[in-house]
């Protein structure tokens, strides 16, 4: 048997230890969500109704609103997760996260515009925050192609939060012509969780499995993109096609995700920061791995978010940044940022 | 003959000619130079100034003549007049003109310091850490005096946290930045989780702390700015001529003379009182130290660190802010940090976009 199928074997191994380790951990957390927090139930009763018990109110709390709010933060932090593994990979760079870059700014403050412009439907919603992402990425996209900059990770971060800096401002500006629709945009300002609309669960799990699906193609291209231009080039792909796919794929798992939740920063650059530290930079195991870390850690800070405060609830936008904030210090104080 | 020619007492040196773009100012033993170009471009910034300071005065919901205001603000005119100068705008345009000197040259100190334009008070975390502990003093403390010292306060630990995390100022660039920003974010969400948990009034009146807003300010905060720059503005001056020297690598300053940790401390402390006193009258009005001494190199010419001049230049953008923030959308006010955000966003991915300069001055 050759070395490296060895190797290649022990490796599968560890990754499918590391998957269901993190199976298990967010089964923890959902069964931790369906039990605590949002809404007037006790986590005693809530294992009861969980159990079979038919009481209704308890019913009602825990499989309409817990349970529609823990699938939305399942499908938000799988989209998070591999948005920014996705991206990281693409732009070859550590830091790059869409929260960070302006994607999810691109994608709320285009809701913003709408709202403020007088959209109300929650499909008009979907679609701009789609495109905002979209607008967004580009950006990133072209940023990375100036000189000096698409090298430095740390300067691309700095132009990101510049852009959502101005994003912000704007969007204050906005807020202060219209008072009346403030509480509905102040929604998209912050991210939560709190209180969604079915709609968005209908829309957004198509959307994401979608581009989880066309994801799968480009994981290969990726990580032959990984080993340099030339080698990718040489071993019949196009790396500019490649990134282009990429970053459309980044932009509409960004968008839908923003479109749920609002923009949550922070959850795309710890994702694969961990997944990394388990099992190598492969993108062909950090990306399966993400998809499994992103939602656990959303769920993990939506409970937080509902247990930090009682009885009020904290943007979960808050809870990313405190956890995230560290993290960020983390990877840029290690001495040789990860080369991807 | 030649005897005594050689016993007569030596001539005295004629002086040493400036060297060019200096005046030399002598009497007696003493001479200074003056930097020409400095002079003027500081010249050009006070007419500037008080031009600004004029129409600020005069603009506004009921607009005055420019005479007809600077006669109420030396206590001429109508009762109207004088209330209107003496107790709202007179207050507004030097709580302005103090801010943006403070962070002009806090902006200027900090980045030649770090040897990096980037790295201004707002941009490392220093402004998010000030305003996370007034909002504190709000919510928790609430007094018209305690934001100033619990800024102060805060300023202190975000600069340490940034300093001590990403390993010093110095080559690294562009990492402490990144660390800062990090930093940034963590007190921007503690601040968020604040005005999470409190009331809706108190919320209402820390909301100027989060935006930047020069709207009715205590007048206990801009008096103690104001002696804080009083005290804070010599040693800035003396201080600009040691980091001048320490331009040069570190074994070259230390060979001039200049004693590198003492002045690093020096530098910091008095960027972190002067910004924090500043985000105490104001809020995070960041981006002004981003502007002000990039305007004012670019007025100086790029030798030594004008450090009076980006004060002054940070006054005129702070007035000049503050005054479209006023007038344009009246009678709705934008807030004055939304206006620099706004210019200062995309001068600031201007700054990071194009070629960079050797060891960014």
New interface residues.
Partial sequence: MPVTSIVSARRQRSLLTFCSAWLALLAVTVVASLLMGAGQVSPARALAVLTGNQDHDARFVVYELRGQRTLLAIIVGMALGAAGTLLQSATRNPLAEPGLLGVSAGASFAVVLAISLGASAATVHFSVAIIGAMVGCLLVLLVTQVRYVGDDPVRLVLAGAAFSAMLGAITTLMLLFDQRSADEIRFWVIGTLAGRSSVALWWSPPGILLALALMTLLVRPLAALALGEHIATGLGHHPRLIRLLTLLIVAVLVGIATAVAGPIAFIGLIVPFVARAQTGSDIRRTLWLSLLIGPTLLLLADVLSRLAVKPYELPIGVITAMIGAPVLVAVVRSRRLPTL | MDISAALSPPLRRPPLPAPPGYWRLAAGHYSVLLHRRGLFSALLLSVLLLLCSGISLSAGSTSLSVQQALLAAVGIGSKMHLFLIQELRLPRLLAAALTGIAFGVGGCLLQTLARNR?ATPG?IGIDDGATAFAVASIVAVPTSLAPSYLALTGAATATALAFG???GAGARG??F???G???G??F???T??ML??TDIDSANQAYPWT?GSLNARPEEAVLMLAVGLLLCLPVAKYLAGRLALMRFSDAVACGLGVRLAMTRILVLTVTVVITALAVAVAGPVGLVALMAPELARYLCGQQGVPVLNAGLAGALIMILADLVGRTV?AP?E??V??IT??V???Y??WI??R??HRSGQ
Wanted: avoid cysteine.
């Fill in positions: 980037l941009v995390l990403g390993g562009y990492r930045i990144v660390v920003l990090g930093i974010a963590l921007g969400a503690v968020n989780l999470a948990r935006v959308l709705i934008i807030p940090g939304v955000a706004v200062g966003g995309p600031l991915l990071l976009l070629r960079p």
